[in-house]
């Protein structure tokens, strides 16, 4: 901390009555004279200061904040960060004409004297009252180390640094007694080397190594008499001596303690000359810290592992301990970033999206089986400059994370529900009529025994993405193809609680941290998810139904003295979330959407893959989820303000009338992933067989709405006159159903399955147990 040293501004006067007292209090401590209750010094009154007896006999050295650095999976760096810029060394890692020139210039009878100098109050007392000023100080080598100790103890608190300056008497008694102890238990060469690892030298560098690498590019062993003087002289006042904005004043400052070398015998009087003449000789490195430093684009990812220090109860028990962890730093850790995955992430999004572009993407990797995080990168650097399209909010990950709101999944929440129904017994033959245009079903069974049901004064419609998408669909073709109204009849024959319930089994929870609604519409995707959640949910497919909760550090050790010291880390967590045939036959489902459905564009040509596109409703987002049996990956494409409507758009220089998951987030997840897997083992699915769609020339007269019988006129969804067959709008597995037309009429639509839940008997007449949840409209909207 840049802390000038005290006594400017005080009279000659005061300066000798400041001295005079602090030499009397030195004299009676040297002499082994246990000093009275502070009341016999006046001070017991003013309740200023503890006796001496009574001030704590122990003194523990801080454990000084030093810079961490945060390595990748294979141990090269990736930032390095710091409250303040520290890396301790060994006294036989520092230059010896640096140890003479800071002794000279700072204590020059360090190696005669004791805690207190008395001889040096006395010289300096007498030095100050002529001049009238402060030309000397007092304090010792080791008084300084006390003091230093203290401001270091304070950290970044202004009341508490404000306390370890503060310039009282009480201050200066527990300074002696500490000095005292100090020169007893360390001796002379310790204090010298903890002194120089403790100063601070201007320019955010703390300890002599880091003002070597600030000033001079070099390690503090490799310093010239000249450089080391130049050091040396800072101490004192690091503002006023700064050589890299008064270069003037520092070499002025310079040549004193090059002078004061010779003086005492340090080196001779011509090489204190010579050394005048020399230039500075300045090679500044840049102050270098924080994420912003990272390589790879990785700022991101550093940034997500700042927050896992912060909130994970692994590294201390209160937000106050965990900060201190991390502010204090001398931390290595090692973490999941594997450097082959980040490097591809990175290209591929330069490719495709530009930093200027009016939207932005963001890609997150995890390993399916370990739920390490192996990439993370957007298209917005890491940064504060707004002009130069920074940010350092995270896209990637959840808003207590570092991240936003989350953006809404679209159809890449369908695998989900998919996953849900098959392991709740559903077949993946199962086909429901799947118009192109339906209301939503009503009532549908919630969790907790609620049910919601859609407003009848309002029925809220959605649709498909074009009009020749109409059923009956079985769950292969509907996957493929993105249907929305097919998955709106799943989730409304299954009911809304087993969705939620494989959602959270899958990690999948909304990235504000509110819950998942409860409304059949989350089927499309309009509960707002993050990169990383998704990601890691669809590890799970690729791990045959065993989901990993997502980490980033592998390892951390921390140097305390001269030790590196393992702290603990948090460990995955991997559960079952689905069984293995469900999980075989969700990777059937999508490893068809990557050949021949929507999201043919991201395939990858050398191993198998799966996965599924998303686009939101109004085009606001765009998604590709997607995984290989070693490797998943979430793309997100869109505006983080969710304000600009992804039509007529150019995005990476390419122009696009409308942008849907697999033509713009697609061929980034393709890219992102061939680079991240080149190299690596190329294992295959566990598929199950699921036969094609019947009849697949009869596309249009499964939809219930299409009453085919005579005088029929009942709308879409089989006609909402019959509750059951409006709730489900009818499998297409043949049979006939009251239309609700004039005359009822044959539908080919089919029998209704039986719901999956009863209905109480007043139901009808208005319960509403639950009430009105919200459809979210035609959220979530497919490809």
């Not at 430093?293 to 109860?313: N, S, W």
């Not at 204090?328 to 591809?344: E, M, N, V």
């Not at 987002?621 to 070693?630: I, K, Q, S």
């Not at 044959?746 to 007043?762: E, K, M, V, W």
Request: aromatic content about 6%; charged content about 20%; hydrophobic content about 35%.
């Amino acid at each position: 901390m840049p802390k000038k040293r005290s006594g400017g501004g005080l009279s000659a006067t005061q300066q000798a009555a400041k001295f005079l007292g602090v030499s009397v209090l030195a004299g009676a401590v040297m002499a082994g004279i246990a000093l009275p209750a502070a009341g016999a010094l006046g001070l017991a009154a003013k309740g200023s200061v503890k006796s001496f007896d009574e001030i704590p006999a122990n003194l523990k050295s801080p454990q000084l904040s030093q810079r961490t650095t945060i390595l990748d999976s294979r141990g090269d760096q990736i930032a390095s960060v710091y409250s303040r810029d520290r890396t301790v060394v060994d006294l036989t890692d520092i230059s010896p004409y640096m140890q003479k020139a800071i002794v000279a210039i700072e204590d020059s009878r360090f190696y005669q004297h004791g805690a207190v100098d008395l001889k040096g109050v006395l010289r300096a007392l007498n030095k100050n009252a002529q001049e009238g000023g402060v030309a000397q100080g007092a304090s010792t080598l080791t008084q300084q180390l006390v003091k230093n100790y203290f401001i270091e103890e304070a950290g970044d608190d202004p009341t508490k640094v404000a306390q370890a300056t503060q310039q009282t008497l009480g201050r200066k008694i527990r300074e002696l007694k500490y000095a005292i102890q100090i020169e007893d238990k360390l001796g002379k060469k310790k204090i010298l080397e903890n002194y120089l690892n403790i100063t601070f030298f201007g320019e955010q560098a703390y300890g002599v190594e880091a003002a070597a690498q600030r000033y001079f590019s070099k390690h503090a062993k490799d310093l010239t008499v000249q450089e080391a003087a130049l050091l040396a002289g800072i101490v004192q006042s690091p503002t006023r001596y700064d050589p890299v904005n008064d270069e003037a004043e520092a070499t002025k400052r310079r040549n004193i303690v090059l002078q004061r070398m010779a003086e005492l015998g340090d080196i001779s009087q011509g090489q204190a000359d010579d050394a005048k003449k020399k230039p500075l000789g300045l090679h500044p490195s840049r102050p270098k810290n924080g994420c912003i430093t990272a390589v790879k684009g990785a700022g991101f990812f550093c940034d997500y592992v700042r927050q896992v220090v912060l909130t994970d109860p692994t590294f201390g028990e209160t937000k106050e301990a965990r900060a201190k962890l991390w502010n204090r730093g001398g931390l290595t850790i090692r973490t999941t970033l594997d450097p082959q995955a980040q490097r591809s992430a990175q290209e591929s999004i330069k490719q495709h999206v530009y930093k200027t572009d009016s939207v932005a993407t963001a890609t997150t990797v995890v390993e399916p089986g370990t739920g390490k995080i192996l990439a993370m990168g957007q298209s917005r650097p890491y940064g504060v400059n707004t002009k130069e399209h920074e940010t350092s909010i995270n896209l990637s990950v959840n808003a207590d994370m570092g991240g936003g709101a989350g953006y809404q999944p679209g159809s890449t929440f369908k695998p989900i529900v998919a996953a849900a129904a098959i392991e709740g017994g559903k077949s993946p033959t199962q086909q429901y009529s799947s118009p192109y245009e339906m209301t939503y079903p009503s009532p549908v069974s919630a969790c907790n025994g609620k049910i919601w049901h859609d407003d009848p004064r309002k029925p809220t419609k959605l649709t498909n993405e074009n009009e020749s998408e109409h059923g009956p669909y079985g769950m292969k073709e509907a996957t493929a193809k993105s249907v929305n109204t097919y998955y709106v009849q799943l989730i409304s024959d299954i009911g809304i609680c087993p969705v939620t319930d494989m959602a959270k089994r899958m990690g999948v929870a909304r990235a504000d941290g509110r819950k998942i609604q409860q409304a059949p519409s989350i089927a499309l995707g309009t509960q707002e998810m993050s990169p990383l959640t998704m990601a890691s949910a669809y590890a799970a497919f690729a791990s045959r139904g065993m989901y990993c909760t997502p980490v980033a550090i592998e390892s951390i050790t921390q140097k305390v003295g001269s030790e590196q010291k393992s702290l603990p880390v948090p460990k995955s967590t991997c559960s079952r979330a689905m069984s293995e045939k469900t999980a075989d036959t969700v990777n059937t489902l999508l490893k068809g959407v990557v050949e021949d459905g929507t999201g043919q564009e991201a395939g990858l040509d050398s191993r198998a893959s799966a996965g599924k596109t998303g686009t939101t409703d109004e085009r606001f987002a765009a998604w590709f989820v997607g995984y290989t049996p070693n490797m998943a990956g979430a793309v997100w494409v869109g505006d983080p303000q969710h304000k600009r409507k992804m039509t007529n758009i150019t995005i990476g220089g390419v122009p696009y009338d409308k942008v849907f998951g697999g033509e713009v987030p697609g061929p980034i997840w393709r890219d992102m992933m061939t680079g991240a897997l080149e190299g690596r083992p190329a294992p295959d699915f566990q598929l199950v067989d699921i036969p094609d769609d019947p009849n697949p020339d009869d596309r249009g007269r499964g939809d219930a709405g299409a009453d085919q019988g005579n005088n029929g006129n009942n709308g879409h969804n089989g006609g909402r006159g019959r509750l059951i067959g409006g709730l489900i709008g009818g499998p297409a597995d043949g049979g006939t159903t009251d239309g609700g037309g004039t005359n009822g009429g044959t539908n080919t639509g089919g029998t209704a399955p039986a719901p999956t839940f009863s209905l109480p008997g007043n139901f009808i007449q208005g319960q509403n147990n639950g009430g009105n949840n919200g459809t979210g409209g035609h959220g979530g909207r497919r490809h």
